[in-house]
Structures are given as structure tokens and as C-alpha cells.
């Protein structure tokens, strides 16, 4: 399903899937609905006033305890819908040092 200019396929979900946004320190937490997701993204229906994503970095927990999270910048908001980047964490590529 193509939306915007996109570098991965999105797989829209047909049931609506609860999930959370939390900040990244941890003080607010807005529930929401995953609309659809890719390797790269997502689209969510937030709950409620949508203020706190001013931070434009927080978590997206996709389990109830949070053990399944996702780290995201804000790309787009559109009424109560957002889009939401996977952020990537760098890996060293180099070969680790043994110590002798």
C-alpha cells in the first residue's frame, strides 16, 4: 500500500491493534492503534491530545509490559493520525578487540 514516498512496503493490519507511546524518559504514556507498519515506519491513531509528541523522539511499546518497544521520531501528524520513523541503532561494523 503505497502512502507518500515510502523506502519500505507497509503491511496494513486489518484489526485494530492496541499499542502505547511513552516518552523517552518516561514520564507520559498516550495509548493509540497501530494502523499499519513496515521495517522502517508506522501509521497510529493516538487517544487523546497529541501535545505530548512535541518531544518528537519516544517509544512505541507494542506489549503490554513494554518488553516489545520500538524507538521513533515523529515524522507526520494528520488529525489524530501520525507517522512514526523507526530510529536504528549504530552498530560498530569493525571487528571487536580481543583482549590478549
Known sequence: MAYGNRKAERVRLETRYPVNLMGIDGTWRRSCVLLDVSQSGARLEVDGTLDVLRAQEFFLLLSSRGLAYRR?????????????????????????????
Open 72 to 100: 521513533c521520531e515523529l515524522v507526520r501528524v494528520e488529525g489524530a493520525q501520525v507517522g512514526v520513523r523507526f530510529i536504528e541503532e549504530k552498530r560498530d561494523k569493525r571487528r571487536p578487540v580481543i583482549p590478549k
